[in-house]
């Protein structure tokens, strides 16, 4: 139960209090006058001026430098796949068989009738032997009979022999001229054997060699050292040359970056302090890493595409290990020039508002001001400014919430964590 002795005393309490809460109110509002009137902090930089390069950028695609496609060259079935999948492989190597007993049995056919055709020619050969020794005997003896036809015919004038013994001698001369032509003719014959059987026989050589060929290409072999691509077609399949590619095979160190420029590009290539074939290229690949090594011009497509008004340009990147692969994309950049005395701020100084861009300038008494600039190439973390700043102005890059236009602010240099930042 509170008494009134209670009460008394709690009424001198709070009149000692009130006076204490004035006092430490009015310490209190002179310190909050003071911060107010204070200039906000922010951070600046010098608009740094020097020599960028000029970079562009295309979208490339990246492709082997030969690619060799392994296709069937006769009809057969696919017997054995002799590769591993995605593996290097050597020129020569053997990387699909074709049945080849069909082929084979042509080979041995073929064999069969080239030995027929020799045996034809040795057969007219001795033919031809012959029928020149029955020309020699033939013309021995008509030398024989013409010499006794020579003799009687003026013993028969002198009756010295008689008439049947000339007419003798007349017929077996005849006799003897009709042997020797009929071995001019045999011999005649033999030639024309022999060259036919060495047609034949040139005729069977073909025959064996387009066997032994047929028979070679049921062994597909790799034309070039590359990567050999999957298996087209399974074991067992029936195959022939009108079916696609059984396998691809890829030379791809170097590996081809192909990419797009525009006409007005290729023509200003010439033009820039670097000329197309000095161009040296960096490759960014699918995941944004940059690849390790750098790249160099190869060559450009004969013609422009009319109907993009594009030419086609090709970068020869080394590719130890064969890490890239055709197929794959990035980005293909090089420095085509280079952009003189050029203006740079941080990128986070400038501000963007519907296509504009502006940045916060400090005069020499910490007075703000917004100019409105033309931003240009982005170098690293910054961007050059092409119009609207000049050297050694300064900018502000953090603290621009409190660097209203006409405010004066209290500039300190951008400290070395903040200025890594965004880079």
């Given at each position: 139960m509170t008494t009134t002795f209670d009460k008394k005393i709690e009424i001198r309490a709070a009149l000692v209090l009130i006076p204490?809460?004035?006092?430490?109110?009015?310490?209190?509002?002179?310190?909050?006058?003071?911060?107010?009137?204070?200039?906000?902090?922010?951070?600046?930089?010098?608009?740094?001026?020097?020599?960028?390069?000029?970079?562009?950028?295309?979208?490339?695609?990246?492709?082997?430098?030969?690619?060799?496609?392994?296709?069937?060259q006769l009809t057969g079935n696919l017997l054995r796949q002799n590769y591993s999948e995605g593996s290097f492989v050597r020129k020569g190597q053997l990387l699909f068989e074709i049945d080849p007993r069909p082929f084979q049995a042509a080979v041995d056919q073929a064999q069969g009738q080239l030995a027929q055709a020799n045996g034809q020619v040795a057969q007219a050969k001795a033919q031809l032997l012959d029928a020149q020794?029955?020309?020699?005997?033939?013309?021995?003896?008509?030398?024989?009979?013409?010499?006794?036809?020579?003799?009687?015919?003026?013993?028969?004038?002198?009756?010295?022999?008689?008439?049947?013994?000339?007419?003798?001698?007349?017929?077996?001369?005849?006799?003897?001229?009709?042997?020797?032509?009929?071995?001019?003719?045999?011999?005649?014959?033999?030639?024309?054997?022999?060259?036919?059987?060495?047609?034949?026989?040139?005729?069977?050589?073909?025959?064996?060699?387009?066997?032994?060929?047929?028979?070679?290409?049921?062994?597909?072999?790799?034309?070039?050292?590359?990567?050999?691509?999957?298996?087209?077609?399974?074991?067992?399949n029936l195959v022939s040359p009108a079916t696609d590619a059984v396998t691809t095979v890829s030379t791809v160190d170097p590996i081809k970056v192909n990419f797009a420029v525009s006409e007005q590009e290729y023509l200003g290539f010439s033009r820039q302090d670097a000329p197309m074939t000095r161009l040296e290229f960096e490759l960014i690949l699918g995941d944004g890493s940059a690849y390790s090594h750098k790249g160099k011009f190869g060559f450009a497509d004969r013609q422009v595409n009319q109907k993009t008004g594009a030419i086609q340009l090709t970068a020869l990147f080394p590719n130890p290990g064969n890490t890239l692969r055709p197929g794959q994309y990035g980005k293909v950049r090089a420095a085509?020039?280079?952009?003189?005395?050029?203006?740079?701020?941080?990128?986070?100084?400038?501000?963007?508002?519907?296509?504009?861009?502006?940045?916060?300038?400090?005069?020499?008494?910490?007075?703000?001001?917004?100019?409105?600039?033309?931003?240009?190439d982005r170098v690293g973390s910054m961007w050059v400014i092409s119009e609207g700043l000049k050297p050694g102005q300064r900018v502000v890059v953090e603290g621009l919430q409190k660097a209203a236009p006409g405010t004066i602010v209290n500039p300190k240099p951008v400290s070395p964590k903040t200025e890594g930042q965004g880079r």
């Open positions: 204490v809460a004035l006092v430490a109110a009015g310490c209190t509002r002179p310190t909050v006058a003071a911060d107010a009137s204070r200039p906000p902090d922010v951070q600046v930089v010098q608009v740094d001026q020097r020599d960028v390069p000029v970079y562009r950028e295309w979208i490339g695609t990246l492709d082997g430098m030969v690619n060799a496609a392994i296709r069937a020794a029955q020309l020699v005997s033939a013309e021995a003896n008509q030398g024989k009979t013409q010499l006794d036809v020579d003799r009687y015919i003026p013993l028969a004038q002198q009756n010295a022999v008689t008439q049947q013994d000339l007419d003798n001698a007349t017929q077996n001369n005849l006799s003897a001229k009709a042997q020797v032509e009929a071995a001019k003719a045999k011999i005649e014959t033999a030639k024309a054997q022999i060259q036919a059987s060495n047609a034949a026989v040139e005729a069977a050589h073909a025959a064996l060699d387009t066997a032994r060929v047929n028979l070679d290409f049921t062994r597909l072999t790799s034309p070039i050292d590359g990567i050999a691509g999957i298996a087209q077609i399974q074991m067992g085509t020039g280079t952009n003189r005395a050029a203006l740079l701020v941080p990128q986070r100084a400038v501000t963007e508002l519907q296509g504009t861009y502006q940045v916060a300038v400090l005069d020499a008494a910490n007075k703000v001001s917004v100019e409105t600039v033309k931003v240009g």
